[in-house]
């Protein structure tokens, strides 16, 4: 329980966030899908790579939430502009976790899970509370954007899951986070605890709107619409900040001194440490875990047994390229199928490198990189080990040729150990 001095002290701000509306929730999307498609966008389209990337968008990240903790109330503009960058930011936390350091997308969901709760639990004993209508303390804002950024990387994690490593793709992991979220919005129509509603609903927002970005602007090939990132990212900014500057005149989201919602609603998400708010919090935080645990090893079951096979799709050769040697015999990976049409894009790559072609080089390791992603999951299932010491090359060939000052013995070298490891 706050001591009493910390409660004098909380009436000297203004609440710092916005009322829960359906305004919140449509930026919120919003937002997520910007984290998506402005990430892809300054990583691949800029050029500045997912190092330098993660380094600007901190930095950016680091200025506005500093002027946001200064402020002494809530102001649309500045909170709205704190959300996006920790989406962005949080997007790549989780990127760089996948793609530099090699942490599967299950370890890295199971550790934003654990310290989502670590963090929200280090909150109630510090406040006594987790309303997220009482943000009127320096040390609670602190709290709420640290549980924010955890969410977003908690949601990247597990949206990359599903549309990657389970290969469920862009609608039906869409579809899947949205059946979700209704029965929650129900629940909490129905009485479920409106603080565990609002935290359970913003973790999966996350996955909703990348899923929604990625499906707008992706290739149609890789399953999207191919809109691109550029043109989803500034019409989702546009629209971001047309309901921003909406509630900013309007101020229909600013929480005054008087608390308009429903007694009930007040009074379940003051009293936090209720019986009924803990033992609701444990059943539907297990039902979740044990939920998610058995989609988990089904599809992973599924995937392993499809008799489909593992090439990549079809993709037109360059012209000129040489042609590929026949099948090489069944080497450390074979467990993982037949791979030859891997072994064709790289080898077609090589050939490029070779003619001194570095930009047809570069150009073709891109379908490299899109069959491997879209095989992920098939493959991944047959034998995580063998998929994984693939992926490692994979990502060496795509670091080399994407350097920004490409080293030609480097990116052979990379090339001709992906090539044997592809047997």
Not at 272 to 283: A, E, F, K, Y
Not at 301 to 319: C, F, V, Y
Request: hydrophobic share 50%; glycine share 8%.
């Amino acid at each position: 329980m706050p001591s009493q001095h910390a409660a004098t002290r909380s009436r000297t701000l203004l609440n710092k966030v916005p009322e829960v509306t359906v305004w919140f929730w449509l930026i919120k999307v919003l937002c997520t899908t910007v984290g998506e498609t402005a990430a892809d966008f300054l990583n691949a389209d800029l050029g500045l790579g997912l190092t330098g990337t993660s380094i600007v968008t901190g930095l950016l990240l680091a200025i506005v939430l500093a002027f946001q903790m200064r402020a002494p109330g809530y102001v649309a503009g500045l909170y709205w502009a704190t959300v996006t960058l920790v989406s962005v930011f949080g997007t790549l936390v989780t990127d760089n976790l996948t793609d530099n350091l090699g942490v599967p997308l299950p370890a890295s969901s199971v550790v934003f899970g654990i310290a989502l709760a670590v963090v929200f639990v280090a909150w109630y004993r510090a406040e006594g509370t987790l309303s997220i209508h009482s943000i009127v303390t320096r040390r609670r804002e602190a709290f709420y954007w640290l549980a924010i950024f955890v969410t977003f990387a908690l949601g990247t994690a597990t949206g990359d899951l599903m549309g990657q490593a389970l290969s469920l793709g862009y609608v039906v992991s869409a579809l899947v986070v949205i059946a979700v979220v209704a029965v929650v919005a129900l629940g909490w129509r129905l009485g479920l605890h409106p603080v565990l509603s609002f935290w359970i609903i913003y973790v999966l927002t996350r996955p909703l709107g990348a899923s929604l970005g990625d499906l707008l602007a992706q290739p149609v090939d890789q399953g999207g619409l191919g809109i691109g990132t550029t043109v989803t990212s500034v019409v989702f900014l546009v629209a971001i900040v047309g309901a921003v500057v909406y509630l900013h005149l309007s101020r229909v989201d600013v929480i005054d001194g008087e608390d308009r919602r429903p007694v009930s609603t007040r009074e379940a998400e003051r009293d936090d440490s209720s019986p009924r708010g803990l033992l609701q919090t444990i059943v539907v935080v297990a039902v979740l875990l044990v939920l998610g645990a058995v989609g988990y090893a089904a599809r992973v079951n599924a995937l392993s047994q499809d008799p489909g096979s593992a090439e990549a799709p079809a993709t037109a050769a360059p012209a000129g390229a040489p042609a590929v040697p026949g099948a090489a015999s069944p080497g450390p990976n074979a467990t993982l199928g037949d791979l030859s049409s891997f072994r064709t894009i790289t080898q077609d790559t090589l050939g490029l490198l070779q003619r001194g072609d570095q930009a047809g080089a570069t150009a073709r390791v891109d379908d490299l990189e899109t069959a491997w992603d879209q095989a992920q999951g098939r493959l991944q299932a047959r034998d995580e080990a063998a998929w994984t010491r693939v992926d490692g090359r994979i990502d060496t060939v795509l670091t080399s040729l994407r350097a920004s000052s490409p080293d030609p013995a480097a990116e052979t070298n990379a090339l001709n150990d992906l090539l044997a490891a592809l047997r």
